[in-house]
């Protein structure tokens, strides 16, 4: 059984940072790629950012409305969210998956407002 937990998230500043961490728990969790997506309020969840499984050349891939701010990366079990220049807009709950999957974490909430 494959286990996400989320953690890293909190209130931001307009043009802040904040960085998010997912640990993954479960066999086959290094063969997979994992990714990042996000639900404000009222809004359907959507994608933010891929990176690629362990054996490959960590290809990464992001949304379009974080390139340039936000950077993924991961190390074994754990992806990484480095969020930087935080928006209003970016208010969410952030949840880590695994590709494709239905493997998904509980959330963390992140507030950015002045």
């Known amino acids: 059984q494959v286990q996400l937990v989320e953690s890293g998230g909190g209130l931001a500043q307009p043009g802040g940072s904040l960085n998010l961490f997912c640990t993954a728990s479960?066999?086959?969790?290094?063969?997979?790629?994992m990714a990042w997506f996000r639900q404000a309020p009222g809004k359907q969840r959507e994608f933010v950012a891929r990176?690629?499984?362990?054996?490959?050349?960590?290809y990464r891939n992001y949304a379009d409305f974080v390139k340039g701010r936000f950077s993924i990366s991961r190390d074994e079990n754990t992806a990484y969210l480095w969020m930087n220049s935080l928006q209003p807009d970016d208010t969410a709950v952030y949840y880590c998956?695994?590709?494709?999957?239905?493997?998904w974490g509980q959330g963390t909430q992140v507030t950015v407002s002045s």
């Open positions: 998956n695994i590709w494709n999957t239905e493997y």
């Open positions: 990176i690629r499984n362990e054996g490959s050349t960590n």
């Open positions: 479960g066999s086959g969790v290094r063969s997979n790629d």
